[in-house]
C-alpha cells in the first residue's frame, strides 16, 4: 500500500545527543513536510520541502536539520541545540485533491522523549 | 503567522448525539481541510472544502466553507464511540505564487464520546 512511514515510532534521548528521525514516502509526492505536536497546541511546522535537494524553514526550525536527497525520504534531526525537544512529530507529504488544491497525508507520527 | 481559532476546545457527549465545532480566521482562505486524529497517530483528513459556500458530506460527517471565506465548521451526526479523537481545522490563505506552502492548523477539539 502507499503511504508514509516515519521510524522509529518511540524515541528516547539524553540530554546533549542528536537524534534523526526518518520519513519515507511511496506516494511519489513532490512535496514533504515536518510539523511538531504538544499538547493542547495545532501542530506547528518545522521544515517543508517542495522538490530534492531544496527545503525552507518554517516557523519553528531553530534546533532543526533537514536533508532532501531523494524524493522518497525527508529525515528529521532533532540536535542538541533545541531546547525542548519532547513532543510528538509528524512528516506529512503532499497531494492534489479532487479541485486541484494541495492536501496533506500524513505519517503515524513519532514520540520523542528526552530524559 | 495567520492565525485559526477552533471552538471549543473539548466536547463530552453522550452517544447518539450531534456535535459542531467551528473554525475561524483572521484572513481569507481558500481552502479549508478537517482532519481527525486518533491517539497516538496521525492526522487523517475527512473534508476538504475549496469554494466558498460549499457544503460538503462524508458519511455522518458535513462541512461548510464560510461565505466570507473567513470560516468553516464541521458537523458530526449521531455521534458513536469511534468518533473520540482530535478534530483539526487547516486553512490555506489566499495568496500569489505557488500553491505549495504552508497551512495553518487550528488548535483542535478533542471530542469524547460516553457511550
Known amino acids: 500500500d502507499g503511504g508514509i512511514t516515519q521510524s522509529p515510532k518511540y524515541l528516547f534521548r539524553k540530554e546533549g545527543q542528536n537524534v534523526t528521525l526518518s520519513c519515507e514516502q511511496n506516494?511519489?509526492?513532490?512535496?514533504m513536510y515536518w510539523y511538531r505536536q504538544d499538547p493542547g497546541q495545532g501542530l506547528r511546522l518545522i521544515y517543508y520541502s517542495q522538490i530534492v535537494n531544496d527545503f525552507q524553514k518554517g516557523d519553528i526550525a531553530e534546533g532543526y536539520s533537514v536533508s532532501r536527497e531523494k524524493k522518497e525520504s525527508f529525515p528529521l534531526t532533532v540536535t542538541s541545540a533545541q531546547k525542548n525537544p519532547t513532543a510528538f512529530y509528524l512528516c506529512?507529504?503532499?497531494?492534489?485533491?479532487?479541485?486541484?488544491?494541495?492536501?496533506?497525508?500524513f505519517g503515524a507520527g513519532s514520540r520523542l522523549t528526552v530524559l | 503567522g495567520q492565525q485559526l481559532n477552533q471552538s471549543p476546545q473539548s466536547m463530552f457527549i453522550q452517544e447518539g448525539e450531534d456535535v459542531s465545532m467551528n473554525c475561524t480566521s483572521s484572513?481569507?482562505?481558500?481552502?479549508w481541510l478537517w482532519y481527525k486524529q486518533d491517539p497516538g497517530e496521525g492526522p487523517v483528513l475527512l473534508i476538504a472544502?475549496?469554494?466558498?459556500?460549499e457544503l460538503t458530506s462524508n458519511g455522518r460527517l458535513t462541512a461548510q466553507f464560510g461565505i466570507t471565506r473567513k470560516d468553516s465548521f464541521l458537523n458530526i451526526s449521531a455521534s458513536i464511540p469511534s468518533d473520540v479523537g482530535i478534530y483539526f481545522c487547516a486553512g490555506r490563505p489566499r495568496a500569489g505564487g505557488t500553491s505549495y506552502g504552508k497551512l495553518t492548523f487550528g488548535q483542535g477539539t478533542i471530542l469524547t464520546v460516553h457511550p
Open positions: 484572513s481569507i482562505f481558500n481552502t
Open positions: 506529512a507529504s503532499e497531494w492534489k485533491g479532487a479541485s486541484g488544491a494541495n492536501v496533506l497525508t
Open positions: 506516494l511519489n509526492h513532490d512535496a
Open positions: 472544502l475549496y469554494k466558498a459556500g
